[in-house]
Nanobody
Framework: VQLQASGGGLVQAGGSLRLSCAASVRTFRNLHMGWFRQTLGKEREFVAA????????YYSDSVRGRFTISRDNAKGTVYLQMNSLKPEDTADYYC?????????????????WGQGTLVTVSS
């Protein structure tokens, strides 16, 4: 499974960005998907996740109410809509796929990772 993340960039505080992650696999609809982020010197942290069906979504406390995760199984793509961005949201954002994960907030539940896409929020 190859995951290709895109959509990062530079935005002012209060602005919005939408990240995309395309999967090169026909079984995308069977995968739970998640977004994580990491800044230099810190551990990678959970941001958001969506189950294979799209029915259940999960968010970290720091982004709940501002970010929305969604998926389009027909396109094999998961999205992260980020609104009301803050300077502390600046990080490399990674998408990940989980085949059988039960706790999608945990990094170890994911089997496949994409490359990061950098989001920079200026104050």
């Amino acid at each position: 499974v190859q995951l290709q993340a895109s959509g990062g960039g530079l935005v002012q505080a209060g602005g919005s960005l939408r990240l995309s992650c395309a999967a090169s696999v026909r079984t995308f609809r069977n995968l739970h998907m998640g977004w994580f982020r990491q800044t230099l010197g810190k551990e990678r942290e959970f941001v958001a996740a969506v189950t294979w069906s799209g029915y259940s979504t999960y968010y970290s406390d720091s982004v709940r109410g501002r970010f929305t995760i969604s998926r389009d199984n027909a396109k094999g793509t998961v999205y992260l809509q980020m609104n009301s961005l803050k300077p502390e949201d600046t990080a490399d954002y990674y998408c990940a796929a989980s085949r059988y994960g039960t706790n999608l907030r945990v990094i170890g539940e994911y089997n496949y990772w994409g490359q990061g896409t950098l989001v920079t929020v200026s104050s």
